[in-house]
């Protein structure tokens, strides 16, 4: 039977036992704000490697977990190869435990960051429409405008959250803590954004493309399916002004404007990759499965009790009557599932399938565990923003 390729050079390290519990290293520094803490490693009075933690909240279908986006890990060009980048992200993972953080997220190099436990979880999702079809969608009677946060934000905010309900993966917006767009696809761009306004000047839909491509939209919102057809329409006269034959759109696999937008002739390329981009693992198992207990409640019936044992952490869930309790302690008599917290993280981010991960021998557990944590934990659609890249 088909194994996975994951080589044992990369899985050997993402099975071994994890202990986040420990102290930070002596050397190490905090600095930055609460929102966004710097550590820095000290040598001989002189930083030579760091990193950032920038705090997130970010959904699970209709739940929050608390998330550390892992950003600007770096170490000068004469003190690399000596173990300094290690014990910063060693203690970067300690520090998001202490604060309580139940899950981390980042966008890394391939090769890398699979040695501190981290995972693909996110695929890459291109739609491509021609702009020679696409142009042929009536504007109707909206108007384009320039985001102006003063004027636009607030009502961008409820097109994102009514569009991303129930969603995995999107951030979390608060007008009083997110700072709006503040990215385009790379960290060397910028987003903009344009509004489509109804006759009485309130926004009914919006779309972000990249600062250096029109025709590269990265994310949109809207009040109903009857603005549709005018954000076709607006993707394809910024994409005709740059001269573009097409429009590509990099929104979720089961966006309602993209199925709109199939008559006009849609095609879809999804990336898995191996390593690199998006990644996340988990921090803490209890506390994360403990912000998901209604929605994993929701999935089972009836009366029953699992443990999931990691390299991390031990988890019990016990669930009757519509109610599900997670505890930090082995229940006895229970099944168990043993497998490596990056596995467990792909499965709530509904990433991995149990099956596979059993038949690939990184889940271990009797095959109606399998089966149960298939309903716990079942392959779902799921986006994480390049808007809201760290």
Not at 162 to 178: D, I, K, L, S, V
Not at 283 to 294: E, K, M, Q, T, Y
Request: charged share 25%; with cysteine.
């Amino acid at each position: 039977m088909a194994k996975s390729p994951l080589p044992s050079r990369v899985a050997a390290p993402l099975r071994r036992r994890e202990v986040l519990d420990g102290a930070l290293d002596e050397a190490i520094e905090l600095g930055g704000t609460d929102g966004a803490r710097r550590l820095s490693l000290i040598v001989d009075g002189q930083t030579v490697s760091w990193c950032t933690i920038v705090d997130f909240r970010q959904q699970i279908g209709p739940c929050l977990l608390r998330m550390a986006g892992l950003a600007g890990v770096g170490t000068h060009h004469e003190h690399r190869y000596k173990g300094y980048c290690r014990r910063v992200l060693t203690s970067a993972l300690r520090w998001m435990r202490r604060e309580g953080y139940d899950v981390s997220m980042l966008y890394g190099i391939t090769g890398m960051y699979p040695k501190f436990g981290y995972a693909e979880a996110f695929p890459e999702v291109a739609w491509r429409v021609a702009v020679r079809d696409a142009e042929t969608a009536p504007r109707g009677p909206y108007r384009a405008a320039a985001f102006d946060p003063a004027r636009h934000l607030a009502a961008v905010l409820k097109l994102y959250r009514a569009a991303n309900a129930g969603r995995t993966g999107p951030t979390a917006r608060q007008a009083g803590t997110w700072k709006p767009f503040p990215l385009g696809r790379s960290y060397r761009t910028r987003a903009v954004v344009k509004c489509l306004c109804d006759g009485r000047g309130r926004v009914a839909g919006y779309l972000v493309h990249d600062s250096d491509r029109a025709a590269e939209v990265i994310e949109a919102g809207w009040a109903s399916p009857a603005v549709y057809p005018a954000l076709l329409a607006l993707a394809a006269e910024g994409a005709w002004a740059e001269r573009a034959e097409t429009i590509t759109f990099r929104l979720p696999a089961d966006d309602a404007f993209m199925r709109f937008c199939r008559p006009y002739g849609l095609t879809c390329e999804t990336t898995f990759r191996r390593d690199g981009g998006a990644m996340i693992r988990l921090i803490n198992v209890p506390s994360a499965l403990g912000r998901l207990a209604d929605l994993l409640a929701a999935r089972v019936d009836g009366r029953g009790q699992v443990n999931l044992v990691t390299n991390l952490d031990t988890a019990a869930l016990a669930w009757q009557r519509g109610k599900l309790t997670v505890t930090p302690a082995r229940l006895g008599g229970a099944p168990t599932a043993r497998l490596p917290q990056w596995a467990l993280a792909q499965l709530i981010y509904g990433y991995a399938d149990a099956a596979d991960l059993h038949r690939d021998g990184i889940l271990k557990a009797p095959a109606k565990t399998v089966d149960l944590l298939a309903d716990l934990f079942p392959p779902t659609a799921h986006h994480h923003y390049d808007t809201d890249r760290f």
